[in-house]
T-cell receptor, first 109, second 113 residues
């Protein structure tokens, strides 16, 4: 079992829908990263958070340290949001990131 | 201006060859990384350098050797390439370790035939 689990693995939704991607981790972490990988392959850092909530445009990331859970939300989803979304935990005490297996999101026009 | 650039973008080579992938960042970051992404899109850390010093060396075959001539560069040399080395390799940097946002290069798709 991976130390960082994401759900769902695949998600297809209609344009305009509210999207939620979940990330649960079993190790102690000091920060959690959300990354976006487009079909072209490039990886972009969306958020890094260690508590509470962050918002950037239509994207919102939340984290609950006690429950070891983070969510990424996309409001008013658009086909250009189609990508693989990856969460990664920064482990306590070292510089390692442990990655989730990714969620492939497809937004249909 | 490209923040993290890696070359080449594609690399096709035969088993047994030695090859290098170069990475440069112009962000002034202290930490650089090499990640491997397998066919299932799973990312895994290979190496991490902070100010030219190796701080993470995951369970990677000795055939892989990182070299950091200065803190803006982290190159990856691979000797005696094997079929299983085929993957996409990403270079990344951060201001100061994994508690800072990561900036990724565009990846190098290595195919070993």
């Amino acid at each position: 079992k991976n130390e960082v689990e994401q759900s769902p693995q695949n998600l297809t939704a209609q344009e305009g829908e509210f999207i939620t991607i979940n990330c649960s981790y079993s190790v102690g972490i000091s920060a959690l990263h959300w990354l976006q990988q487009h079909p072209g392959g490039g990886i972009v850092s969306l958020f890094m958070l260690s508590s509470g909530k962050k918002k950037h445009g239509r994207l919102i990331a939340t984290i609950n340290i006690q429950e070891k859970h983070s969510s990424l939300h996309i409001t008013a989803s658009h086909p250009r949001d189609s990508a693989v979304y990856i969460c990664a935990g920064h482990n306590f005490g070292n510089e390692k990131l442990t990655f989730g297996t990714g969620t492939r999101l497809t937004i249909i026009p | 201006d490209t923040a993290v650039s890696q070359t080449p973008k594609y690399l096709v080579t035969q088993m047994g060859n030695d090859k290098s992938i170069k990475c440069e960042q112009n962000l002034g970051h202290d930490t650089m990384y090499w990640y491997k992404q397998d066919s299932k899109k799973f990312l895994k850390i290979m190496f991490s350098y902070n100010n030219k010093e190796l701080i993470i060396n995951e369970t990677v075959p000795n055939r892989f050797s990182p070299k950091s001539p200065d803190k803006a560069h982290l190159n990856l040399h691979i000797n005696s390439l094997e079929l299983g080395d085929s993957a996409v390799y990403f270079c990344a940097s951060s201001q100061n370790g994994a508690s800072s946002p990561l900036h990724f290069g565009n990846g190098t798709r290595l195919t070993v035939t």
